[in-house]
């Protein structure tokens, strides 16, 4: 059994940093990718940012230059950093990690259950 623990998240105004924390537990081989997905009311569920094995890292447009991820998938552990919070940054933050628990069992996705960053005056 695979789990995804996340925290972080919170109520902070325009302008401030929050920094948002994952790891994953259980019987796990490998992971290839850690990373986070973002969910706003009414909006279908996006990624945010990735961290692959080996340590590159991408982001989507929005976040590039305001938030910073980290973390090693080796010890199964990613952290958000996020700078300059906008309201529209505002949606339930999700873990999410690409991994294979055994050698002969697939490659799956497995998902946090979500924390909630709110960003208002």
């Known amino acids: 059994q695979v789990q995804l623990v996340e925290s972080g998240g919170g109520l902070v105004q325009p302008g401030g940093s929050l920094r948002l924390s994952c790891a994953a537990s259980?019987?796990?081989?490998?992971?290839?990718?850690m990373g986070w997905y973002r969910q706003a009311p009414g909006k279908q569920r996006e990624p945010v940012a990735g961290?692959?094995?080996?340590?590159?890292?991408n982001y989507t447009d929005s976040v590039k230059g305001r938030f910073t991820i980290s973390g090693d998938t080796a010890k199964k552990t990613v952290y958000l950093q996020m700078n300059s919070l906008k309201p529209e940054d505002t949606a339930v933050y999700y873990c999410?990690?690409?991994?294979?628990?055994?050698?002969?069992?697939?490659?799956?996705?497995?998902w946090g259950q979500g924390t909630q960053v709110t960003v208002s005056s």
């Open positions: 999410n990690a690409v991994l294979r628990t055994a050698v002969f069992r697939p490659i799956s996705t497995y």
């Open positions: 259980g019987s796990i081989l490998t992971v290839y990718v």
């Open positions: 961290i692959f094995a080996g340590g590159t890292t």
